[in-house]
């Protein structure tokens, strides 16, 4: 005799056969970006272009990132399934609790132009790790990421600009005039020493600091804007030495303005 069939209820069929979507769901935005990181680099893996012209180099905390070209990146990304989930994507991280990388994906044109804004930022980054020996540049999707570590910019517990860092800021603010269609984020970011209370104003600080600078060196203060975010975006492992210094950094945004978007749409980059 063949056994009774089992009724499913619909809420438990929807969790035992589409995990994906609860995935989705139900996740918080570090697993979403865990999500987008995997299909970039799944992409990244299906072809092997790079601009030769971007070196493999390590300069300040790490490595540069090299590999696939992000001009062809982009235009991957942006032209398939991709330009979907990083929009999507890009408006969950880029909100309240952004990181710089976040701000950079949110702000994504995506398919032909997002080729267009690459090829542009290859150039700029290109420019940016030549010039600034004591920071880390990176190329994020249409934009660049820059982290500086805290301790080369200001003493501990400090928001004052160490003479020395000065002249790396100098070197950015040069090559952000020379390419004055792109908006700058920057980021002040702490360690998990100390109270919020104490974190958070210093994270501030920090990262005005850094803005303050920029604009009196010429960079338009309308393009520049700064957040600080405490220990709450750690990158490291707070409970040793090497993360806490990790943690304790300030990154800066680099991505394609309303202009900049319009025109690579308009294919006049």
């Known amino acids: 005799?063949?056994?009774?069939?089992v009724s499913i209820p619909e809420s438990q069929l929807s969790s035992s056969f589409f995990p994906f979507t609860n995935f989705i769901l139900m996740n918080s935005s570090k697993?979403?970006?865990s999500l987008?990181?995997?299909?970039?680099?799944?992409?990244?893996?299906c072809a092997t272009t790079r601009n030769p012209n971007i070196p493999e180099a390590t300069n300040g905390s790490g490595p540069r990132k090299t590999g696939m070209s992000k001009t062809a990146k982009g235009g991957l990304i942006g032209a398939g399934g991709g330009a979907v989930v990083g929009g999507v994507l890009g408006r969950v991280?880029?909100?309240?609790n952004s990181t710089a990388a976040g701000a950079i994906i949110g702000?994504?044109?995506?398919?032909a132009g997002g080729a267009l804004i690459g090829r542009k930022m290859d150039?700029?980054?290109?420019?940016?790790?030549?010039?600034?020996q004591n920071a880390k540049v990176e190329r994020v999707g249409e934009g660049i990421k820059i982290t500086f570590d805290s301790g080369i910019l200001f003493d501990t517990n400090s928001a004052t600009l160490r003479a020395a860092s000065m002249t790396e800021i100098q070197k950015m603010a040069a090559i952000l005039q020379k390419y004055p269609d792109t908006n700058v984020l920057i980021e002040g970011h702490t360690d998990a020493s100390g109270t919020d209370a104490i974190n958070q104003p210093l994270s501030d600080r920090r990262a005005?600091?850094?803005?303050?600078?920029?604009?009196t060196q010429g960079?338009?203060?309308?393009r520049v804007t700064s957040q600080g975010y405490g220990s709450s975006q750690p990158i490291g492992d707070n409970t040793t030495v090497e993360g806490k210094q990790a943690n304790r950094r300030v990154e800066v945004a680099i991505y394609a303005n309303e202009k900049m978007k319009k025109a690579a749409e308009q294919n006049r980059l």
């Open 219 to 222: 960079v338009d203060a309308a």
């Open 93 to 96: 991280i880029g909100g309240k």
């Open 31 to 33: 697993s979403l970006l």
């Open 107 to 111: 702000a994504a044109v995506g398919g």
């Open 123 to 132: 150039k700029q980054a290109e420019e940016l790790q030549r010039d600034m």
């Open 208 to 215: 005005q600091a850094v803005a303050n600078y920029t604009t």
């Open 36 to 45: 987008f990181m995997a299909m970039t680099l799944f992409l990244g893996s």
């Open 1 to 5: 005799m063949p056994e009774n069939p």
